[in-house]
């Protein structure tokens, strides 16, 4: 169990271009999230995943930004046309099991900063 | 709409001693869970404690433990001897049944030497 991982761990960007980032869960873990977090906030939820469908998504998830679990293992979250009000922390956890174990892990976040 | 809100943006402790973090939550759910996170500067996120709505008994995890109050609402987090590494951002959450995290903004643990 090496935990949740992300990739990249930082980008820069330049406004209006697309970005992509992916989130490695848990090995056996079948939900996924994706949550947004600003300097200084708590995180914001954006998506989430169980197995490879897309169960509910914020209406923070615009129409530019989109996320996929093909296979039900890893996740991508993708930013079209990026805007400065895109930069913050975008941070991936899973879990598993019913409501009443389920707890989610996190893994590092991506920091996208869009100049 | 279920909300967290964590009233202290900062607190600071002298080692060794006693703090106590607040959050107070709004939900419709009758079954829902609660959650403290940690958050270290640029580390990620770790879970401290979790408590179920349903259970009367106060969650404790070591050194740390939560006060409960289903009625007023109320979620505190104690950390009792505290430590140097337990300096961080500490994070309230709110859980129903859609499985999301309802976050509040978090509190900025200082730890004095």
């Known amino acids: 169990d090496t935990g949740v991982s992300q990739d990249p761990r930082h980008k820069i960007t330049k406004r209006g271009q697309n970005v992509t980032f992916r989130c490695d869960p848990i090995s056996e873990h079948n939900r996924l999230y994706w949550y947004r977090q600003t300097l200084g906030q708590g995180p914001e939820f954006l998506t989430y995943?169980?197995?490879?469908?897309?169960?509910?998504k914020s209406r923070l998830l615009s129409d530019r930004f989109s996320a996929e679990r093909p296979k039900g293992s890893f996740s991508t979250l993708e930013i079209q046309r990026t805007e400065q009000g895109d930069s913050a922390m975008y941070l991936c956890a899973s879990s598993v099991g019913d409501l009443g174990t389920d707890t989610q892990y996190f893994g590092p976040g991506t920091r996208l900063t869009v100049l | 709409a279920q909300t967290v809100t964590q009233s202290q943006p900062e607190m600071s402790v002298q080692e060794a001693e006693t703090v106590t973090l607040s959050c107070t939550y709004d939900t419709s759910e009758s079954d829902y869970y609660l959650f403290w996170y940690k958050q270290p500067p640029s580390r990620q996120m770790i879970l401290v404690i979790r408590?179920?709505?349903?259970k009367q008994q106060n969650a404790t995890e070591n050194r740390f433990s939560v006060n409960f109050q289903k009625a007023a609402k109320s979620f505190s987090l104690k950390i009792s001897d505290s430590q140097l590494g337990d300096a961080a951002m500490y994070f309230c959450?709110?859980?129903?049944?859609?499985?999301?995290?309802?976050w509040g903004a978090g509190t900025k643990l200082i730890i004095k030497p």
């Open positions: 408590q179920e709505a349903y």
């Open positions: 995943f169980q197995n490879e469908a897309q169960l509910e």
């Open positions: 959450a709110n859980r129903g049944s859609n499985y999301q995290l309802i």
